[in-house]
Nanobody, 126 residues
Framework: QGQLVESGGGLVQAGGSLRVSCAASGFTFGLYILAWFRQAPGKDRECVAAIRASGSTTYYSDSVKGRFIISRDNTANTVYLQMNGLKPDDSAVYYC???????????????????WGQGTQVTVSS
């Protein structure tokens, strides 16, 4: 298992934008699926976006589709989540996660991921 370190969270007004980053180390980044999950108090951890090892395919949850963009830089071992049009319901701790890509499936359930960051808080005020 490698190490993932998120950064870039914070407080933003509704309608604003924020970009969170996740720097990876300790594994061959270019062979791994990367995903962003979020968890609000009292709610289950939800996958909001995922990206294949090559970056060719992405997944977005319905709740963020059209507003969030996941991207990765395999030379910098970093995955990003650009969040636009933020809403108070987007407030949560955001985690990045990694799992080795072994098929064409983009996993969206937490138990499929074996490396996790410590999380970064995103708070959207109304």
């Amino acid at each position: 298992q490698g190490q993932l370190v998120e950064s870039g969270g914070g407080l933003v007004q509704a309608g604003g934008s924020l970009r969170v980053s996740c720097a990876a180390s300790g594994f061959t980044f270019g062979l791994y699926i990367l995903a962003w999950f979020r968890q609000a108090p009292g709610k289950d951890r939800e996958c909001v976006a995922a990206i294949r090892a090559s970056g060719s395919t992405t997944y977005y949850s319905d709740s963020v589709k059209g507003r969030f963009i996941i991207s990765r830089d395999n030379t910098a071992n970093t995955v990003y989540l650009q969040m636009n049009g933020l809403k108070p319901d987007d407030s949560a701790v955001y985690y990045c996660a990694a799992t080795r890509q072994t098929s064409g499936i983009l996993f969206t359930t937490p138990h499929k991921y074996d490396s996790w960051g410590q999380g970064t808080q995103v708070t959207v005020s109304s």
